[in-house]
């Protein structure tokens, strides 16, 4: 989820749901200050290939299912 993902001061920031003043306080470095978008864009990237390549996240999934099989057949 997202949380995972956004890393606050890394490649993004989290805010409350629903409160449009904290989403703007956040946006406002970003619409202002291209280079920050890039290093946070990139930042997003690297994590991405890093963390959630095909290979990796179907092999969580696998292994998720398979000790859901294990713990039902006990």
């Known amino acids: 989820g997202s949380r995972e993902i956004a890393r606050p001061g890394e490649n993004g920031a989290r805010v409350p ?19 920050l978008r890039r290093r946070q864009g990139a930042s997003s990237r690297a994590i991405a290939e890093a963390e959630y ?3 990796i996240v179907g092999d969580a999934v ?7 099989l294990v713990e039902r057949a006990s």
């Open 17 to 35: 749901v629903g409160d449009a003043k904290a989403l703007a306080d956040a946006l406002r470095p970003l619409v202002r200050d291209e280079a």
């Open 53 to 55: 390549r095909e290979d």
């Open 62 to 68: 696998v292994s998720l299912y398979r000790g859901l």
